[in-house]
T-cell receptor, first 113, second 113 residues
Framework: DGGITQSPKYLFRKEGQNVTLSCEQN?????MYWYRQDPGQGLRLIYY???????QKGDIAEGYSVSREKKESFPLTVTSAQKNPTAFYLC????????????FGSGTRLTVV | AQRVTQPEKLLSVFKGAPVELKCNYS??????LFWYVQYSRQRLQLLLR??SRESIKGFTADLNKGETSFHLKKPFAQEEDSAMYYC???????????????FGTGTQLKVEL
């Protein structure tokens, strides 16, 4: 069953800790993306990757890091440098480019406690 | 820079009434526009693309380049249409080709009986 899987669904982090959110896809998509969803602000792009071993910063990359060592995987690390990390994080993938649409994961809700 | 504006945070209509969700964009090139929908407790999913000129679940959207708009319309609202709707624009990434999606802030559609 093809799709994109994000884990965990809920994540709690203490102040000062780094946490890594997982995103895996078996759609054979080249491109993968991380968005942050906040009420009233829509989706904002954090990082994206068009091909393995390459990624670029999006609009709000500060305090985040990513890697793309495998085509199927695009993990996002929320570092302690991120000032306001509590949010809903969405991963997406697409055939190269966006014109055929993205496939989204079900999201990870991160809460800093 | 590319920008998508959805002026209404919430749109409330009665069942059977017409629906129009507004979307305006700013982009210097030739845009590709999309509507995404997020039903309660479900993943964000593609509703329709302007390049397909399709009607999905009774919804249509026409790209008006003169007015830089891509409003989503449905002649008769149904209760199951209640959801969050996001307008998105695909613009070219300057390096390495490919595209990324810029989303609006979303409009919550509530269809009342």
């Amino acid at each position: 069953d093809g799709g994109i899987t994000q884990s965990p669904k809920y994540l709690f982090r203490k102040e000062g800790q780094n946490v890594t959110l997982s995103c895996e896809q078996n759609l054979n998509h080249d491109a993968m993306y991380w968005y942050r969803q906040d009420p009233g602000q829509g989706l904002r792009l954090i990082y994206y990757s068009q091909i393995v071993n390459d990624f670029q910063k999006g609009d709000i990359a500060e305090g985040y890091s990513v890697s793309r060592e495998k085509k199927e995987s695009f993990p996002l690390t929320v570092t302690s440098a991120q000032k306001n990390p509590t949010a809903f994080y969405l991963c997406a993938s697409s055939v190269t480019g966006a014109r055929y649409g993205y496939t989204f994961g079900s999201g990870t809700r991160l809460t800093v406690v | 820079a590319q920008r998508v504006t959805q002026p209404e945070k919430l749109l409330s209509v009665f069942k059977g009434a017409p629906v129009e969700l507004k979307c305006n964009y700013s982009y210097s090139g030739s845009p590709e526009l999309f509507w995404y929908v997020q039903y309660s407790r479900q993943r964000l999913q593609l509703l329709l693309r302007h390049i397909s000129r399709e009607s999905i679940k009774g919804f249509t959207a026409d790209l008006n380049k003169g007015e830089t708009s891509f409003h989503l319309k449905k002649p008769f609202a149904q209760e199951e249409d209640s959801a969050m709707y996001y307008c998105a624009l695909s613009g070219r990434i300057l390096t390495g080709g490919g595209n990324k999606l810029t989303f609006g802030t979303g409009t919550q559609l509530k269809v009342e009986l």
